[in-house]
């Protein structure tokens, strides 16, 4: 795969997940939502790393990934960025997927789909 072709791939992909993110959304089930968004967050800084000619690598962090980037991310954005991370469910344990189940609600997923929005917009533009 090219360079060009893993970027393309990564955003492509971003973009379902963001879709899928909405979908759910609108159907009430808001931790799936929030885990969809942060996978969008990680494959769109996966973008960026395939951009720069490196391969991404296998991990879930978003400010590690951020980091391996070389992206300047500020204290707050640092901080939305560790919660944010904290929404992959993939390999955790069932009490905590039960324990974020009960805290996203549709107030607190309005919020982070809403700073999640614009985390990727500000991400963007660094391809």
């Not at 992959?88 to 996203?104: I, M, Q, T």
Request: with cysteine; glycine share 0%.
């Amino acid at each position: 795969m090219t360079q060009s072709q893993a970027v393309k791939y990564w955003l492509k992909s971003a973009e379902q997940n963001i879709k899928v993110a909405e979908d759910n959304f609108k159907l009430k089930h808001y931790d799936w939502c929030l885990f969809l968004w942060q996978l969008a967050l990680e494959k769109t800084i996966k973008a960026i790393i395939s951009s720069q000619g490196k391969t991404p690598p296998a991990v879930h962090n978003l400010n590690y990934l951020c980091r391996y980037a070389k992206i300047k991310v500020d204290k707050e954005t640092e901080l939305k960025l560790k919660e944010i991370s904290s929404f992959n469910l993939e390999a955790r344990y069932d009490d905590y997927k039960f324990n974020f189940y009960k805290k996203a609600k549709k107030e607190f997923s309005i919020k982070w789909v809403n700073i999640s929005r614009e985390i990727n917009l500000w991400l963007k533009k660094n391809i």
